[in-house]
């Protein structure tokens, strides 16, 4: 398979600036996918250098292993979930790095590959895990959630206006069969929704039943605290997200690191003794330029933060 097909890296310029790599640095790719990041990075490391990619999901490992084995001597390349960045760290003798970058959600081969049940345009079995360490599938969640905690998922991580509608019509529907096909879930949720609302809430309905099944912001939250102890100053974070709520947690997360102070606002100095752990080095996100989208439509959400360690 060719690198394209498997995924198109984005904002690759920029996440290469953001990084600001010390050539005999040590790095993590916690998100390796095709591994086209982590080749621009080894491109920056002298012999001294060292890269770790990491990724959950069994074709990512090998395809990129393969991408990258003219690399092996510095580059070690581990299968499992960023959550637990800190043990894979160890277990290749690492304490501390100078550089972390995310590169969020799921790559292009994961999306078209139907079997796995990640995009509405395909028909598939409603899979969508990304790795083998994520404990439910989609079908699961369609099948057994009760009617509002179906609700509560599909408007809190898809953001949708008729949560509560789909979820009824998905409970009414499931007790007459099982919704196992992406096909049945869609035209179950067309049922509920006018004709031009559709294609949004399929991408909103696939979103939300994405971040439940692999537990995705509760594995962003972990690694964010844990990228800070592992960070050396001045290490950089860099984060690409794709959608609103992952976005959110970076911007929250970075806000904190840069102004722990927690006395109140009338208090005319600080009390608290809290110091920045951590400063900007984006303001406001970056975005990939229009040239960018034009030639990879699937960059078109992607938003990057970055931030130092000081
Ligand atoms: C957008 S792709 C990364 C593409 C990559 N930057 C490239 O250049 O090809 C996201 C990858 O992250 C992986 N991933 C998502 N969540 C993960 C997690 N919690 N732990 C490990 N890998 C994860 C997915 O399996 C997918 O391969």
Redesign the pocket.
């Known amino acids: 398979m060719k ?1 394209a097909e ?5 904002l ?1 310029d920029q996440v290469i600036a953001h990084l600001a790599i010390k050539s005999s640095g040590i790095y993590v ?12 990075i080894m491109k920056r490391l002298s012999c001294s250098g060292k890269l770790v990619g ?4 069994d ?2 490992i090998e395809f ?1 292993s393969e991408r990258l084995q003219n690399e092996k001597d510095r580059i070690s390349i581990l299968k ?4 637990q960045l800190t043990t894979l760290l160890a277990s290749v003798n690492i304490v501390t790095v100078d550089g972390i ?10 999306i078209d590959t139907s079997e796995r049940g990640f995009s509405y345009m395909n028909t598939g079995p409603l899979d969508m895990r ?2 083998e ?1 994520a404990k439910i599938t989609a079908e699961h969640v369609v099948n057994v959630y009760p009617e509002q905690e179906l609700a509560r998922i599909f408007k809190e991580y898809g953001e949708e206006r008729y949560a509560r509608s789909i979820a009824r019509k998905i409970v009414q529907e499931r007790a007459r069969a099982p919704i196992s096909s992406t096909q049945q879930l869609t035209d179950i949720v067309s049922s509920k929704l006018p004709f031009q609302q559709r294609i949004k809430s399929f991408a909103r309905i696939f979103q939300a039943l994405r971040i439940e099944v ?3 912001l509760d ?2 939250k972990s ?1 964010l605290n844990q990228a800070l102890e592992l960070l050396n100053s001045p290490g950089r974070l860099v984060i ?1 997200s ?1 959608h609103s709520l992952e976005d959110r947690l970076v911007k929250e997360f970075f806000k904190k690191q840069i102004n722990p102070c927690q006395c109140p606002v009338e208090f005319p100095i600080c009390a608290c003794g809290k110091k920045p752990t951590m400063r900007l080095v984006t303001r406001g996100v970056v975005r990939p330029s229009t040239e960018e989208i034009a030639s990879n439509p699937r960059s078109r959400s992607a938003k990057l933060r970055a931030a130092e360690k000081l």
């Open positions: 690198n498997f995924h198109r890296p984005v690759v790719d916690c998100t390796l996918g095709g591994g086209g990041h982590s080749q621009e990491i990724d959950c999901d074709r990512a990129a499992g979930n960023f959550a970058l995310l590169d969020l959600g799921v790559s292009s081969f994961q990304m790795g360490g692999n537990n995705e594995n962003l690694l690409i794709y």
